[in-house]
């Protein structure tokens, strides 16, 4: 008698058997090495520049101001960058914990024990979310034009940070703006506007306009002429040699140059070797300090900006890709909880970060893992000694690279449509902007969220909302 096989369920014993047949490490290598596979060279190696805009001069400034060690920063973040592009294949940042580090450098007695006891205090309590899942279950709950009015405030402060990089020169040490930056130098506002003049050109406004009617041929006008033959090689050629165009490296690298050149003693000043690693001794008055005044303004922004922003950011850039609310919160606080025990720098994910990356061409996490090898580089090469040249780093540029990136997380609130849900973001913005805290923003934004949604449901009209 004929035995008839269903082909649904030939696929799945064929899926099974091949599953049983390869060896599960080898297949989460392979996975490892597809995720560091470049999609470009030039695009991701200019991605990764993307990201210093944030890194450099909230590093900086607490390396001067608090003696925070740039090698031993450099080492773990280097570290963390390689980590995060073998897990997730997407440009994820590491970036300075922004709360902890604007309290240090606004509170003389916050030192680097407070600074490490915030760090790891914050990291704990994410990965306390993480590993019991309550992670996904705020990323559920959160409503999507809250997220987007807390991207787009992070975006915007991003932005006027830029801005004020750009016009004023800065006293790192202090994290103050002084007088305004002269329009000539190695440091003036013409090589900023300059830089930002030839991004624009290079890259435009981003992919989606890019490739949109803009580069549209004219091929139906005339085609047999020669001249509009002519012109339409000519466009051709502009739009395919413009990504390829390192845009951002070009600016880091000019910017290092100039770095050079405004103090050449620095280099002499290099030292070979890393910089000794110590454990730091926390006393019990830097942990409750470091609770107080860095961990509690530092939580809320680590699970909206740098947990539930991203993955809700990975989602929109890398849908194949997507990220979880989970591995996120896991990875951020493994790495710190690490790190800041040796004096390194608190880290998270950032979504200006992604945002930043992403504009100027990464799209794998060969683009991160590139800037962690850098960064390992400098770090095991030199030491701290790199602070000596990366002070001199002209401020005016870092401030380019930050507007960009500030724009391009902002641009993520586009896809808000309703009026009811612009209220909300827009409200949840404005909150996060005027009182300088996301958490207060978030807390007003699901406020009125849930208002809008009982006015509508005792109105009988369909919510307009939506979850993500």
């Known amino acids: 008698m004929a035995t008839t096989v269903n082909p649904a369920e030939a696929d799945l014993e064929s899926l099974a058997s091949d599953t049983h047949a390869k060896p599960p490490m080898r297949s989460l290598l392979g996975r490892a ?10 695009s991701e190696l200019n991605g ?13 400034s607490l390396a001067l101001s608090r003696h925070l060690d740039l090698g031993t920063t450099l080492i773990f973040t280097g570290i963390y960058n390689v980590v995060t592009g073998l897990i997730y294949g997407v440009p994820m940042p590491v970036q300075p914990m922004k709360a902890i580090a604007a309290t240090a450098l606004s509170d003389p007695s916050f030192a680097i024990p407070e600074i490490m006891a915030a760090g790891i205090l914050s990291a704990a309590f994410v990965l306390f979310l993480g590993v019991t899942r309550l992670m996904q ?36 040490a202090k994290g103050k703006s002084m007088g305004h930056r002269p329009w000539t130098g190695l440091d003036g506002l013409v090589l ?26 004219t091929e139906s006008q005339e085609d047999g002429h020669d001249r509009v033959r002519q012109e339409n090689k000519v466009r051709t050629f502009i739009r395919r ?12 690298v000019l910017g290092v140059a100039f770095a050079v050149a405004r103090h050449p003693a620095a280099v002499r000043e290099l030292r070979a070797g890393p910089s000794r690693m110590l454990v730091v001794h926390i006393s019990r008055e830097a942990w409750k300090q470091g609770f107080l005044k860095g961990a509690v303004p530092q939580i809320p922004l680590s699970v909206l900006n740098s947990v539930v922003a991203v993955c809700k950011l990975t989602r929109d850039l890398f849908p194949e890709k997507a990220a979880s609310a989970t591995s996120v919160s896991v990875t951020m606080g493994a790495m710190n909880l690490v790190g800041c025990w040796f004096g390194a720098m608190p880290c998270c994910h950032g979504a200006g970060g992604l945002a930043g990356q992403y504009k100027f061409g ?18 095991l090469g030199l030491g701290g000694s790199m602070l000596r040249v990366l002070v001199q780093f002209p401020v005016g540029l870092l401030g380019v690279l930050l507007l960009f990136a500030g724009v391009e997380l902002a641009i993520a609130a586009r896809d808000i449509s ?27 934004g699901m406020i009125a969220h849930g208002l809008l ?12 909302g939506r979850l993500i």
């Open 192 to 217: 900023a506007i300059a830089a930002i003049c030839f991004i624009l050109l290079v890259n435009g406004a981003g992919e989606s306009q890019g490739q949109g009617g803009d580069t549209q041929l």
């Open 33 to 42: 090495c597809d995720n560091l596979v470049f999609r470009s060279v030039w």
């Open 453 to 464: 949604m009982l006015r509508a449901c005792i109105m009988g009209v369909r919510p307009s």
């Open 241 to 252: 040699a413009g990504p390829a165009i390192p845009s951002a490296v070009i600016v880091f």
């Open 362 to 379: 990464g799209r794998s996490g060969g683009c991160v893992a590139a800037l962690g090898a850098l960064k390992l580089a400098l770090g």
């Open 418 to 444: 309703s009026k009811a849900e612009a209220f909300v973001m827009l409200l949840c913005t404005a909150v996060s902007l005027v009182g300088s805290s996301a958490a207060l923003g978030f807390l007003c």
């Open 48 to 60: 990764a520049m993307g990201d210093l805009g944030t890194y450099i001069p909230i590093v900086l």
């Open 137 to 172: 279950l705020v990323y559920w709950i959160v409503p999507l034009p809250v997220v987007r009015g807390i991207q787009l405030a992070q975006g915007l402060n991003f932005a006027m940070a830029a801005v004020k990089y750009i016009r004023y020169e800065q006293d790192l």
